[in-house]
């Protein structure tokens, strides 16, 4: 199979089209995978599935092929590499398994709204919810690219996807870790994902693959937000998980471009995706009433959410199968969404984190290089009792890129693609934390959401520059003393600690975690950049 085109290899595989449904309407997955009885409809018309034993990304299973293409590319320290030999081998697996399936599902999408730096992908799958899934999220492309509405096959894809989840792996025939596998080959451009039903190692295994092309072409590819005002100015949001990145660039008053993932190219941002995957555990219809409104739209796929069996209505408060429940959609669900997907330069970039120690304040002021060094570093805090394991203090956690496990590259090319484009276009870049504040997790109180978009609005419109600004001891970033409609006490987070020498203690042992974490990255990192370098 190793000399064969990757189509060929699949085509072979699928074999008799009768069991096989090609490019079906998302109305039509949601009839069968309801028929199929993969998941239950919900009593507002959305299909709720379950995942089984995995409910998130299976992490220590991802690998990288490493050969002749990726040897001097991929950055192995980040990354776990197979074989070439390893990958043939579970090819082969899986298209006996796909040769052995009832029924198949194919469908051939986008991923990325700018015509130039798309890529076509092509999915086959044994679930129908996760063909609507892959709808939903990438983008469907014009129906005289795709051929006969009524199921036709498009032109040769970039990447095909093969996502088996009945398949079980055997770690000890291919030398791998579990009976699960998230393997990517770049040289014949084909992705295997088995033993898992989780939807999300298909969306994070294209934005791995846009991760390693686009720096080639000079794109910067980015694990962002991003949205625009009336006067087409756009904003990109940088986050890690629950730290507020889709809910804060769903704003009622700015067109949503995304919600995850962006190319920054010469003529401006584009989205990844056509749709989102938003984190509904406890989802407050007040603080994100479109992200509400969508897991109650006809066809959203509803992940790991309990559902009540007789009355069908939705718990998105219990946490019974996981705290990462989930709900996917397409963009069309967002009431102020952008057509088109594409987007101006950005004016300001917003790089958040939940600090839970409750030392960073609510905004800084970021200059070029400390926004690359807080880029590199992908601070933010996980809360005590939100994952297994955790004790009753917080824990700091450190993603580079605000995506380490999704960039096959050196975190430090990505740095430079983001300092090159903030510096040609002037942006302003901003620290936001939506954490803590009068103290640590279990003391002080979670940053008033009024205040944060507050603050938000006043960066994003420019008047918060108008302010007088302090340095800030710690960190080294400038604060604000001052801002419309937000208490000065809160700006500076001393102040809001009962005791002003327990705070420096625990600013003193957050600074010591940044360079600890950073000291990964000063081989590679600009002088410019260690400059700045906090500890």
Same mark, same amino acid.
């Given at each position: 199979?190793?000399?064969?085109?990757?189509?060929?290899?699949?085509?072979?595989?699928?074999? %008799?089209?009768?069991?096989?449904?090609?490019?079906?309407?998302?109305?039509?997955?949601?009839?069968?995978?309801?028929?199929?009885?993969?998941?239950?409809?919900?009593?507002?018309?959305?299909?709720?599935?379950?995942?089984?034993?995995?409910?998130?990304?299976? !992490?220590?299973?991802?690998?990288?092929?490493?050969?002749?293409?990726?040897?001097?590319?991929?950055?192995?320290?980040?990354?776990?590499?197979?074989?070439?030999?390893?990958?043939?081998?579970?090819? %082969?697996?899986?298209?006996?398994?796909?040769?052995? @399936?009832?029924?198949?599902?194919?469908?051939?999408?986008?991923?990325?709204?700018?015509?130039?730096?798309?890529?076509?992908?092509?999915?086959?799958?044994?679930?129908?919810?996760?063909?609507?899934?892959?709808?939903?999220?990438?983008?469907? /492309?014009?129906?005289?690219?795709?051929?006969?509405?009524?199921?036709? %096959?498009?032109?040769?894809?970039?990447?095909?996807?093969?996502?088996?989840?009945?398949?079980?792996?055997?770690?000890?025939?291919?030398?791998?870790? &579990?009976?699960?596998?998230?393997?990517?080959?770049?040289?014949?451009?084909?992705?295997?994902?088995?033993?898992?039903?989780?939807?999300?190692?298909?969306?994070? &295994?294209?934005?791995?693959?846009?991760?390693?092309?686009?720096?080639?072409?000079?794109?910067?590819?980015?694990?962002?937000?991003?949205?625009?005002?009336?006067?087409?100015?756009?904003?990109?949001?940088?986050?890690?998980?629950?730290?507020?990145?889709?809910?804060?660039?769903?704003?009622?008053?700015?067109?949503?471009?995304?919600?995850?993932?962006?190319?920054?190219?010469?003529?401006?941002?584009?989205?990844?995706?056509?749709?989102?995957?938003?984190?509904?555990?406890?989802? &407050? @219809?007040?603080?994100?009433?479109?992200?509400?409104?969508?897991?109650?739209?006809?066809?959203?796929?509803?992940?790991?959410?309990?559902?009540?069996?007789?009355?069908?209505?939705?718990?998105?408060?219990?946490?019974?199968?996981?705290?990462?429940?989930?709900?996917?959609?397409?963009? &069309?669900?967002?009431?102020?969404?952008?057509?088109?997907?594409?987007?101006?330069? /950005?004016?300001?970039?917003?790089?958040?984190?939940?600090?839970?120690?409750?030392?960073?304040? /609510?905004?800084?002021?970021?200059?070029?290089?400390?926004?690359?060094?807080?880029?590199?570093?992908?601070?933010?805090?996980?809360? !005590?009792?939100?994952?297994?394991?955790?004790?009753?203090?917080?824990?700091?956690?450190?993603?580079?890129?605000?995506?380490?496990?999704?960039?096959?590259?050196?975190?430090?090319?990505?740095?430079?693609?983001?300092?090159?484009?903030?510096?040609?276009?002037?942006?302003?870049?901003?620290?936001?934390?939506?954490?803590?504040?009068?103290? !640590?997790?279990?003391?002080?109180?979670?940053?008033?959401?009024?205040?944060?978009? @507050?603050?938000?609005?006043?960066?994003?419109?420019?008047?918060?520059?108008?302010?007088?600004?302090?340095?800030?001891?710690?960190?080294?970033?400038?604060?604000?003393?001052?801002?419309?409609?937000?208490?000065?006490?809160?700006?500076?987070?001393?102040?809001?600690?009962?005791?002003?020498?327990?705070?420096?203690?625990? !600013?003193?042992?957050?600074?010591?975690?940044?360079?600890?974490?950073?000291?990964?990255?000063?081989?590679?990192?600009?002088?410019?950049?260690?400059?700045?370098?906090?500890?």
């Amino acid at each position: 199979m190793t000399e064969q085109s990757p189509t060929l290899d699949i085509q072979t595989a699928v074999g %008799d089209a009768a069991r096989v449904h090609r490019n079906a309407s998302s109305a039509a997955l949601f009839q069968d995978a309801v028929e199929r009885g993969e998941g239950l409809i919900s009593a507002d018309g959305a299909l709720a599935v379950h995942t089984g034993r995995h409910t998130g990304r299976s !992490a220590s299973d991802k690998y990288i092929v490493r050969d002749a293409r990726t040897e001097d590319t991929v950055w192995w320290d980040n990354n776990q590499p197979m074989s070439p030999e390893t990958f043939s081998g579970l090819l %082969d697996t899986f298209c006996a398994h796909i040769k052995k @399936a009832e029924r198949l599902w194919v469908q051939d999408l986008d991923a990325g709204a700018n015509a130039t730096h798309r890529i076509r992908v092509r999915l086959v799958t044994e679930h129908a919810w996760q063909a609507l899934f892959a709808r939903h999220l990438l983008i469907e /492309p014009a129906e005289s690219e795709v051929g006969a509405s009524a199921g036709g %096959d498009s032109a040769e894809p970039d990447f095909t996807i093969l996502q088996m989840p009945e398949l079980t792996v055997d770690p000890a025939a291919h030398g791998l870790k &579990s009976e699960t596998v998230i393997a990517v080959d770049f040289t014949r451009r084909i992705v295997l994902i088995g033993g898992t039903s989780y939807a999300g190692e298909m969306k994070k &295994s294209v934005f791995t693959i846009l991760n390693y092309l686009l720096p080639e072409k000079g794109v910067m590819p980015m694990h962002c937000s991003a949205n625009v005002d009336d006067d087409g100015k756009s904003a990109i949001f940088f986050g890690l998980s629950g730290t507020g990145k889709t809910t804060l660039s769903a704003d009622a008053s700015r067109h949503l471009v995304g919600d995850d993932e962006h190319g920054w190219h010469d003529g401006g941002i584009f989205n990844f995706e056509g749709g989102c995957y938003a984190k509904v555990i406890r989802l &407050s @219809a007040e603080a994100e009433p479109e992200i509400a409104a969508a897991t109650r739209s006809f066809g959203t796929v509803l992940e790991n959410v309990v559902v009540d069996p007789v009355s069908r209505r939705l718990d998105l408060d219990s946490d019974r199968y996981t705290e990462n429940t989930r709900a996917a959609y397409p963009l &069309s669900a967002i009431p102020n969404v952008l057509p088109g997907g594409e987007a101006s330069h /950005p004016s300001a970039i917003i790089m958040l984190t939940a600090d839970a120690f409750g030392v960073m304040p /609510p905004i800084a002021r970021l200059s070029v290089h400390q926004a690359i060094y807080h880029f590199l570093s992908g601070y933010t805090a996980k809360l !005590a009792g939100t994952e297994k394991g955790l004790g009753k203090e917080p824990e700091a956690t450190f993603s580079t890129c605000f995506g380490g496990p999704f960039m096959p590259r050196h975190a430090a090319e990505y740095g430079r693609l983001l300092a090159q484009r903030i510096m040609k276009h002037g942006v302003r870049c901003w620290l936001v934390n939506t954490g803590w504040t009068g103290g !640590a997790y279990g003391v002080g109180h979670r940053m008033p959401i009024k205040a944060t978009r @507050a603050l938000l609005n006043a960066a994003l419109d420019g008047s918060l520059n108008d302010s007088k600004f302090r340095r800030d001891p710690n960190f080294g970033f400038e604060v604000p003393e001052s801002a419309p409609g937000v208490s000065a006490d809160l700006l500076d987070p001393r102040q809001t600690w009962d005791d002003p020498q327990a705070y420096d203690a625990q !600013a003193r042992r957050l600074v010591s975690m940044f360079a600890e974490n950073f000291a990964t990255y000063t081989d590679e990192a600009d002088e410019a950049v260690k400059a700045v370098a906090i500890g």
